[in-house]
C-alpha cells in the first residue's frame, strides 16, 4: 500500500513538472512557464526547472494588423452610414481609425478617408419625430373659419390629409442632445456585442482582432485607448447641451395671454348694453401656441460650460493626454541591472495609472 500512495505522489510530481509552472525564487508565487515577471510580486522570473531551454518571449509591438483589417471595418462602417444607422457607422469609423495607427507604413490615402467620414458622420444633423401641432398628432386637415359671432373656430376635415404632416401624425424635428446621447449609448452596447461575436478583444473602448492579445506596448496601448476615449460626459461629444429654458426644443409657451395661440376678447355695446365675446389670433405668437426661444435662439442647444465646447474631457495632467508616462523603475531606459527592466518590459514606458491610457482626466 505504501509502494502505491509512494507511485501516485511520483505521478502527480511529474504532471506538476509538466504544467510547467514556473515557481518565483522570492514569493514562491506559481506562475506560468513563460512568466517574464511574477504575477504576484513583480519580481524577475528566472526559465522554469525542467526546461532545456527557456521559451522564446513573443516581440511586443508587432501585432500583424494590416490594411485588409481595416477596409473590412470600413465595409461595415458603409454599410450601416447607408442603412442611416449613422451612430454605429461613426463607432465602427473610429475604431478603423484606431485600428489604422497600428499598420506599419499605413496609407495616409486610407486614412485620410477614415477622418472624411468621421467628419461626414457628425455632420448628419439626428432627427426624430414629435407629434404633429396643427393635428394634434391625428392626420386630418383642421380648417379654420369664424362663426356668426366673429370667433374663430377650427374642424376637423376627415378624408382629407393635415398639410403640415401629410397625414402621418407626426413632424420631423432636431434631436436634442439628451436623445442624441440615448442613441450612442444604444449603438455602443450593439458594437460591443457584434465585436465579442467575433472574438475580437478591447483595449479600452477599442477592439482588436484576438491575434494582438498581449501583444501590444504601452504606447500602443495608448493610442488604441486614446483614439476612442469617452467624449465629454456632460454633452456627450456633441460640444452643446440642450437649452434649459426651452429643454432643446427651441420653442417656449408664448408670455401672452393665449390658450393655444387663441386670444379671448370680450366686446360690449354701449347702445344695447350687451357683450359679445369671440377669439382671435395671439398677435405675440402669431397663433402658433410658441415664440422662439430667446436663451439659444431657437436652437435648442447652447454651448457646453464643461468642455467648453470642445465635446471632449480635459486632458490628464498626470500624463499630460499622452496616455503613456515614462517607466518610473528605470526612468525610461527599459535596462535594469540583470537584463530588461521588469515593470516595462524594456519598453521604457507604462501606461498611465491615472487615466488607463486614454489621455483624459477622470
Not at 463607432?91 to 461626414?120: C, F, H, M, T, W
Not at 354701449?270 to 357683450?275: A, E, G
Not at 465646447?309 to 531606459?333: F, H, I, L, P, Q
Request: proline share 2%; with cysteine; hydrophobic share 30%.
Amino acid at each position: 500500500m505504501k509502494n502505491y500512495f509512494l507511485y501516485i505522489t511520483i505521478c502527480l510530481f511529474a504532471l506538476h513538472a509538466l504544467a510547467g509552472l514556473n515557481i518565483c525564487g522570492k514569493c514562491g508565487y506559481e506562475n506560468g512557464a513563460d512568466a517574464v515577471v511574477c504575477n504576484h510580486c513583480s519580481a524577475a522570473m528566472s526559465p522554469a526547472k525542467g526546461n532545456t531551454q527557456a521559451k522564446e518571449e513573443v516581440p511586443r509591438g508587432i501585432i500583424g494588423i494590416d490594411e485588409k483589417v481595416i477596409k473590412g471595418q470600413l465595409v461595415l462602417a458603409d454599410t450601416a452610414f447607408a442603412k442611416g444607422d449613422v451612430s454605429l457607422a461613426l463607432l465602427r469609423y473610429r475604431n478603423a481609425a484606431a485600428l489604422n495607427q497600428l499598420v506599419e507604413n499605413a496609407d495616409p490615402a486610407l486614412g485620410s478617408r477614415i477622418l472624411a467620414q468621421i467628419k461626414k458622420c457628425r455632420a448628419v444633423e439626428d432627427v426624430g419625430s414629435r407629434k404633429c401641432p396643427v393635428c394634434e398628432g391625428g392626420g386630418d386637415y383642421v380648417m379654420s373659419y369664424n362663426d356668426l359671432s366673429g370667433a374663430e373656430q377650427t374642424r376637423t376635415v376627415k378624408n382629407k390629409m393635415c398639410e403640415t404632416c401629410f397625414g402621418t401624425g407626426k413632424i420631423k424635428v432636431p434631436l436634442t442632445v439628451d436623445e442624441k446621447k440615448f442613441k450612442i449609448g444604444q449603438a455602443s452596447r450593439r458594437f460591443a456585442e457584434e465585436q465579442q461575436s467575433k472574438r475580437w478583444i478591447s483595449v479600452g473602448n477599442a477592439w482588436l482582432p484576438a491575434s494582438a492579445d498581449g501583444l501590444l506596448t504601452a504606447k500602443q496601448t495608448a493610442i488604441v485607448t486614446k483614439a476612442m476615449a469617452d467624449a465629454c460626459k456632460e454633452c456627450g461629444g456633441f460640444a452643446k447641451v440642450d437649452c434649459g429654458k426651452c429643454k432643446g426644443r427651441g420653442q417656449v409657451t408664448c408670455p401672452g395671454k393665449c390658450d393655444h395661440g387663441m386670444v379671448r376678447i370680450q366686446e360690449e355695446f354701449s347702445m344695447t348694453k350687451s357683450k359679445l365675446n369671440r377669439t382671435e389670433k395671439c398677435k405675440t405668437c402669431k397663433g402658433k401656441g410658441s415664440v422662439i426661444c430667446e436663451e439659444c435662439r431657437g436652437q435648442g442647444k447652447v454651448l457646453c460650460d464643461k468642455c467648453e465646447g470642445t465635446g471632449e474631457r480635459a486632458d490628464c495632467a498626470k500624463c499630460s493626454g499622452a496616455g503613456a508616462v515614462e517607466c518610473s523603475k528605470c526612468k525610461g531606459t527599459g535596462n535594469a541591472k540583470d537584463g530588461k527592466c521588469a515593470g516595462c518590459r524594456g519598453e521604457g514606458f507604462s501606461l498611465c495609472n491615472a487615466c488607463k491610457g486614454d489621455g483624459k482626466k477622470k
